[in-house]
């Protein structure tokens, strides 16, 4: 058995308008566990969604960006950012260093409301779920024009994920979400 060393940088790139995921450790590795580098561009948020089964890390390597990894005193359908746990958890904005484990079944998102990239290290066991639907929201994210929702939908239920608020990326609207961030400072 072998292991793996990966130089900085290195791995497989699936480049989008939306992400760039590099493939670190998978499946095809040996590897029960999927690890990814991520840059995350501002504007993007994930939206709201949940795992059956899927555990997910994120650590922040550079930048800042807004987690969330609770349930909330109540689900809103369109967005996120002002959810607040029956504990008084709110939505986190997380910098260099900044780490969130998501166990099944926990509602979790992440957005990068400033107008610079974020990269994060991320890991979803079990492998390869995650691989597949990166491959997969590549493909959707090529169509080019807007988010077809709808096809993002499909593909998340075929992939343990129910999302609770839509998937967006709009680079224009990154100055809205970082002054709101800032109203929450």
């Given at each position: 058995?072998?292991?793996?060393?990966?130089?900085?940088?290195?791995?497989?790139?699936?480049?989008?308008?939306?992400?760039?995921?590099?493939f670190k450790a998978t499946e095809a590795?040996?590897?029960?566990?999927?690890?990814?580098?991520?840059?995350?561009?501002?504007?993007?948020?994930?939206?709201?969604?949940?795992?059956?089964?899927?555990?997910?890390?994120?650590?922040?390597?550079?930048?800042?960006?807004?987690?969330?990894?609770?349930?909330?005193?109540?689900?809103?359908?369109?967005?996120?950012?002002?959810?607040?746990?029956?504990?008084?958890?709110?939505?986190?904005?997380?910098?260099?260093?900044?780490?969130?484990?998501?166990?099944?079944?926990?509602?979790?998102?992440?957005?990068?409301a400033s107008d610079k990239p974020a990269?994060?290290?991320?890991?979803?066991?079990?492998?390869?779920?995650?691989?597949?639907?990166?491959?997969?929201?590549?493909?959707i994210w090529s169509a080019g024009g807007?988010?077809?929702?709808?096809?993002?939908?499909?593909?998340?239920?075929?992939?343990?994920?129910?999302?609770?608020?839509?998937?967006?990326?709009?680079?224009?609207?990154?100055?809205?979400?970082?002054?709101?961030?800032?109203?929450?400072?």
């Amino acid at each position: 058995m072998t292991g793996l060393i990966l130089p900085p940088g290195q791995g497989r790139k699936l480049i989008t308008k939306a992400q760039e995921v590099t493939f670190k450790a998978t499946e095809a590795h040996g590897s029960s566990i999927s690890v990814f580098e991520v840059l995350v561009p501002p504007g993007f948020d994930v939206g709201a969604h949940v795992h059956g089964d899927a555990q997910e890390f994120f650590y922040v390597l550079e930048g800042e960006l807004e987690l969330l990894a609770f349930e909330p005193v109540e689900r809103t359908a369109e967005n996120w950012h002002e959810w607040r746990s029956p504990n008084g958890d709110e939505v986190v904005r997380a910098t260099e260093g900044a780490f969130m484990f998501v166990p099944p079944g926990t509602p979790h998102a992440f957005r990068n409301a400033s107008d610079k990239p974020a990269r994060m290290l991320f890991q979803c066991l079990p492998s390869p779920v995650h691989e597949l639907y990166f491959e997969e929201i590549a493909e959707i994210w090529s169509a080019g024009g807007s988010i077809d929702q709808e096809a993002i939908e499909d593909m998340r239920r075929r992939y343990d994920v129910s999302q609770i608020t839509p998937l967006r990326y709009d680079p224009s609207t990154r100055a809205d979400a970082q002054s709101a961030t800032a109203r929450k400072a």
